[in-house]
């Protein structure tokens, strides 16, 4: 398995306070303020800022960052990304120094999502400070999880799996089509891939907390914030996570959640016929201001 785990995720945003409302004070990340510009960078742990928010003309990832183990496993995947017959650049010096790790590597996968591979994360071995969590369940598991889309599925799927390594877990069919879950450690996913039309893009990030308190006082927080909900409070069938969902600036599906299953190495995959045993009520997104 050459992918460790989802590193980091770096956005750009037309709403950079919104941002500031939303990963600060809801989601309870801790900010990194860098006078040399005016990017949000925030930390969930003892790793660099895992998100990175910067001012752009529209609203999108940037990268998805998954971290690989060393230099030579970073070489080996890059050889094998292609041989797929896909484009990779390797990092600049500068550019490593801005995302803290030691070496990476970028290319778009198949769908067009913008993919980071990278090891080596330079620590500053100063100890977080989340206020209002307790603390993020990531050290070997990373970041958490995300699903991102392409035109077609499958080709993302036999790219994650057959190129990058990643365990099949199971698949969700619906209306909009199957969704696979893929994981690259013992989270039960780390990576969701599915269909939909246009050029890829980043739908969903979750990130799971240490205690199921920690979900209680989120919500509360949402609500005093007035951050929009997407899902209410449920329980997932395949990683067992207890979560709600909510919509970030971009209306991004953001998950907050506790109790995820651990699965160990690659295991049968299975289809799921229903995505929570209760709960996670669906709501619409609300409107965006026109520009």
């Known amino acids: 398995m050459p992918i460790h785990s989802l590193g980091y995720l770096r956005l750009e945003s037309t709403d950079l306070d919104a941002w500031r409302t939303f990963a600060g004070d809801f989601l309870g990340l801790m900010p990194v303020a860098r006078e040399d510009d005016e990017s949000l960078r925030y930390r969930m742990d003892y790793y660099p ?3 990175v928010v910067s001012p752009g003309p529209e609203d999108r990832a940037t990268a998805i960052g998954f971290e690989v183990l060393n230099e ?19 990092g600049t010096r500068a550019e490593c120094k801005d995302r803290r790790v030691t070496g990476f590597a970028r290319f778009d996968d198949p769908g067009g999502n913008p993919i980071e591979l990278f090891y080596g994360p330079v620590l500053d071995h100063k100890p977080v400070v989340l206020p ?7 050290d070997d598991m990373g970041m958490g999880h995300v699903i991102v889309t392409g035109e077609d599925g499958r080709a993302l799927l036999d790219f994650y799996t057959g190129v990058l390594g990643f365990y099949e877990r199971n698949t969700l069919r619906g209306p909009g089509g199957t969704v696979w879950f893929l994981s690259s450690n013992e989270r039960h996913h780390t990576l969701g891939v599915t269909t939909a039309p246009g050029r890829g893009k980043l739908i969903h990030l979750m990130v799971e907390a240490a205690d199921f308190d920690d979900v209680g006082r989120a919500l509360d927080r949402a609500y005093r914030l007035g951050v929009p909900f997407m899902n209410s409070l449920g329980k997932h069938t395949n990683d067992e996570m207890t979560s709600f969902y909510v919509y970030s600036p971009e209306l991004y599906a953001i998950e907050f959640g506790y109790g995820g299953r651990r699965v160990k190495g690659e295991q049968p995959t299975y289809e799921i016929t229903a995505g929570a045993y209760w709960g996670h009520k669906f709501s619409p997104p609300p409107r965006k201001p026109a520009p």
């Open 72 to 90: 030579r496993d970073l070489n080996r995947t890059v050889a094998a990304v292609e041989d797929a017959g896909i484009k990779v650049i390797e």
């Open 132 to 138: 209002t969590v307790s603390s993020f369940v990531t």
């Open 49 to 51: 800022p895992r998100l």
